[in-house]
């Protein structure tokens, strides 16, 4: 069989396993979050925590509880890797220094997962499990929480509550992200995915590192996390043994974005409406797919950083998958892609990471990008715009705006001041047009809460481990807090009727109106710093 149709048939095992599992879990999730009544496991959590799960919250009450939360959580994972030496399985891998645990700590919190480290090198088994695979669990339960609050804003009317952070956050986790993980894992396993206490393993009389990959493996992707307990990431043979694995990987960085959709449409009671967002994340993604794969296997070393195990289809899907979620996840050098091929990978991230996104911040992402092109479409006619039977005013415009200009501001300052800085072209392995690209992609990496890396730029710098750090938080956190005040704004108002001269949103020109506005977006914001790295760099 020719590569090409390896990789066709790739896709096709990918495309019917996402649309076997499409409605049960798209169901079952919306099932989760309208549930009345609380599992036993959840009674004895709430319980603890001294936590009321029946009364419900305002928006700003939301707010203060996912940044409590996250709050506590940047300490806790701070405390225990400067305290590393202390643990158990430490295997003398000492204390974690300050910038490097600052950054660490922000990042799998944030959901980046972006690691400016060797983590075989630097990392206990006992913080890699009790402080970077919980975050893996609870960072994506934080995002799935806070889009699912942004639907309730959609669905509610004349009420200022939106539902409880905390129920939602232990949902999210005990429900949903536990049960597919559980079985995940154990697959893994039984694909030849490794699972181990030791530090190392002895293969042909040489040690190579080795950890608890298959538990953390999982989450890595099904949560749209991304930070490998090995380097290499899940180009790592013990992380990603084979093809199969390579496709389970896939499908689980893919499958809870994709299946909110579905959840969306049973929430507003309309699944076209959810119908209309699987097909432009879709089109977008399916289209970044042909050009990476076409730059790849017509460049001029198109093997170059790829594992052979996968070849050009299997790392082009996966890159694909990885840098449209917000997963970092790796099982190339993306640093070794040709311009276009780099450059679509980058432009995957500057699209927002929503086709599909990460799980929760790909639909809430998403559903902001409507409203601002349901608001162009009221100034083409001159009405005022509504989505789902509710106007969108000023402060419903004014939130959106926040949140989709939050990720390109804290973006752009923070490459544009480390492109002028001195010492960059020392932590830089190539100069020119590509040196820029590595730039780019770092920041838009940890703006985007993606943690994928082009590999080629060394941050390991006070500057790189603070600058990339803020970017992370600044990126996570404003966006979701003007998504919750745009929540209490939707669920404030009374419902809207339909009337002729209501646009309809299930159809062909809302898609085409949707997947413009998230092109427009990107192109008018990036094509500057783009023109100046991969695009250059692919005329050259």
């Known amino acids: 069989m020719s ?73 806790f994972l701070y405390v225990i890797q400067r305290a590393q030496s202390l643990l158990p399985w430490n295997f003398d891998r000492g204390n974690v220094p300050e910038g490097m645990a600052f950054n660490t700590a922000i990042s799998f919190v944030a959901n980046t997962n972006w690691q400016s480290y060797v983590p075989e090198a630097v990392m206990g088994h006992a913080v890699q499990m009790a402080g970077l695979t919980v975050q893996n669990f609870v960072s994506a339960a934080v995002g799935l929480a806070v889009a699912i609050a942004l639907v309730r804003g959609f669905v509610r009317h004349q009420t200022d509550r939106l539902g409880n952070f905390w ?18 894992a154990i697959v893994l396993i039984a694909l030849g995915v490794t699972m181990s206490l030791k530090s190392g393993v002895d293969v042909d009389g040489q040690v190579v590192a080795n950890a608890p990959v298959a538990s953390q493996e999982v989450i890595k992707e099904l949560g749209t996390n991304g930070g490998g307990v090995l380097n290499a990431n899940s180009a790592h043979p013990f992380e990603n043994p084979n093809e199969w694995t390579n496709l389970l990987e896939i499908f689980l960085i893919l499958v809870v974005p994709v299946a909110l959709t579905r959840t969306f449409g049973q929430l507003v009671g309309d699944k076209k409406q959810g119908y209309v967002l699987l097909g432009v994340m879709g089109v977008i993604w399916t289209a970044m797919l042909g050009v990476i794969w076409a730059a790849e296997a017509n460049g001029l ?91 969108l005013g000023r402060k419903e415009v004014t939130a959106a705006a926040v949140s989709i200009l939050a990720m390109p501001t804290v973006l752009l300052i923070g490459a544009g001041i480390a492109a002028i800085l001195p010492s960059t072209r020392a932590a830089l392995n190539n100069p020119g047009e590509h040196g820029l690209s590595e730039v780019l992609y770092a920041y838009a990496s940890a703006s985007n809460n993606n943690g994928s890396a082009f590999a080629g730029i060394t941050v390991t710098s006070d500057w790189f481990q603070s600058s990339l750090g803020l970017c992370m938080l600044f990126g996570r ?28 949103t299930t159809g062909p020109l809302f898609a085409t109106l949707l997947t413009g506005a998230i092109v427009l977006v990107a192109a008018l914001t990036f094509v500057p710093a783009l023109a100046l790295g991969p695009i250059a760099e692919a005329l050259l």
């Not at 009544?37 to 996912?66: C, M």
């Not at 129920?167 to 995940?184: E, K, M, N, Q, S």
């Not at 099982?331 to 780099?342: E, F, K, M, P």
């Not at 956190?477 to 309809?504: C, D, N, R, Y």
């Open 167 to 184: 129920v939602d956050l232990v949902r999210g986790t005990t429900r949903i992200l536990l049960p597919i993980a559980f079985i995940g």
């Open 477 to 504: 956190f404003i966006p979701i807090i003007a998504v919750l005040a745009l929540a209490g704004s939707l669920a404030a108002q009374k419902k809207v009727p339909v009337t002729a001269g209501t646009l309809p």
């Open 301 to 391: 070393r198109p093997l170059e950083g790829k594992e052979l195990r996968f070849g050009i289809p299997g790392s082009a899907i996966f890159a694909d998958a990885t840098t449209g979620t917000s997963t970092g996840a790796v099982n190339s050098l993306h640093d070794s892609y040709t311009g276009l091929g780099g450059g679509a990978t980058l432009l995957n991230m500057l699209f927002g990471e929503m086709t599909p996104g990460g799980v929760g911040t790909g639909l809430y992402s998403i559903l902001v990008m409507a409203i601002i092109a349901m608001f162009l479409a009221g100034l083409m006619v001159g009405r005022t715009p509504e989505y789902l039977g509710k106007k």
């Open 3 to 75: 590569p090409l149709a390896a990789g066709l048939v790739q896709v096709g095992i990918l495309f019917a396993a996402l649309a076997v599992v499409y409605r049960p879990l798209g169901d079952y999730m919306a099932r989760v979050f309208t549930a009345k009544s609380h599992l036993r496991v959840e009674r004895a959590i709430y319980r603890f925590a001294r936590i009321n799960p029946d009364a419900e919250q305002k928006w700003s009450t939301y707010a203060y509880g996912v940044l409590g939360f996250s709050f506590v959580g940047i300490v």
